[in-house]
């Protein structure tokens, strides 16, 4: 090739070697296997010199001979709805915490609520070999995932219960929770509450509506088609929804809020109206306690959450947990204000 057409070098070298090592230590390849995975039989001597070597090169191991060989990736991988979503920052770190201690490295990724997207990551991680998966599920079909947790792979699901498989799933009461947050502004004294949620095709936002609808029924209150919307949580549909429930001769004189990106809508919503709106939460968001007034929720504990699911994998890992279970965790009323407030009319 002329010298005008020979290729640039690449400004990135060749990753060193444990042949490198050993010839820059002056000692054999075995020494220097035995230095990198912590196996005995070296002196402190040659374990400086091998140490030096390695430091001077940047050598690091490779884990894919490793796994190879162990058969294991000390790899969990985390299947989350949305990294952006603040719900999930205690949750995942939460899972972090256990993985790092049990000396695993935690490898997430978003489904963005797409089942499609949800099925193609949870098996792209499992042709990684990771040895786990903990999956927040986006679709009710979990079949796909059978061939893995049969050939080994861990799995648990949280937040959301698997579909048409039998698996651990860790979840929160959120039946409960939207019965105690709708009951609570039945005992302030409302009777038109409205209920603005997310896709009734996801497990928390029908039983939130279940849970809304039979608070209503036990307080003896009708509930109207209009005072009910479910959908995407974008703030558009959210604020037509909410304006449209606060108009009208009878509007809504409270708002149960399905969860944390719908009362952000629902705030600036009731912010721009001078009529005082009561309203309820269901997940704590931050500042929640500085507006005025602050905002009532029913919260959720994360990183309890994520710390359950990632002990329940663990579990199946290391054999003492085999026969799957479902594990349900309390919610908590949290009065700040916005909850109590009487209907205005």
Known sequence: MPETQRRPESRYGNRPTMKDVAARAGVGLKTVSRVVNGEPGVTPETE??????IDALGFRRNDSARVLRKG??????????????????????????????????????SSAED???????????CARRVDGLVVIPAGDDHRYLEPEIKAGVATVFVDRPAGQIDADCVLSDNFG????????????????IGFIGDMPRIHTAAERLRGYRTAMEDAGIPVEDAW??????????????????????????????GNNRVTVTVIRVLAERTRRVAL???DDLELADLLQPGVTVIAQDAATLGRTAAERLFGQLDGTLITPERIELPTRLVRRGSGELPPAD
């Open 115 to 125: 089942p499609d997207r949800e099925q193609e990551l949870a098996l792209a991680l």
């Open 177 to 192: 929770g939207a019965h105690e947050g709708v009951t609570h502004l039945v005992a302030h004294g409302h009777r038109r």
């Open 48 to 53: 400086r010199r091998v140490q030096e070597a």
């Open 72 to 109: 294991s990736t000390a790899s969990i991988g985390l299947v989350l709805e949305d990294l952006a979503d603040p719900f999930y920052g205690p949750l995942s770190r939460a899972v972090e915490e256990i993985a790092r201690a049990h000396g695993a490295l935690l490898i997430n990724g």
């Open 280 to 282: 309820v939460a269901f």
């Open 228 to 257: 009910m919307s479910l959908g995407a949580t974008d703030p558009l549909r959210v604020r037509r929804a909410a304006e449209e429930m606060l108009s009208g001769p009878a509007p809504v004189t409270a708002i149960f809020s």
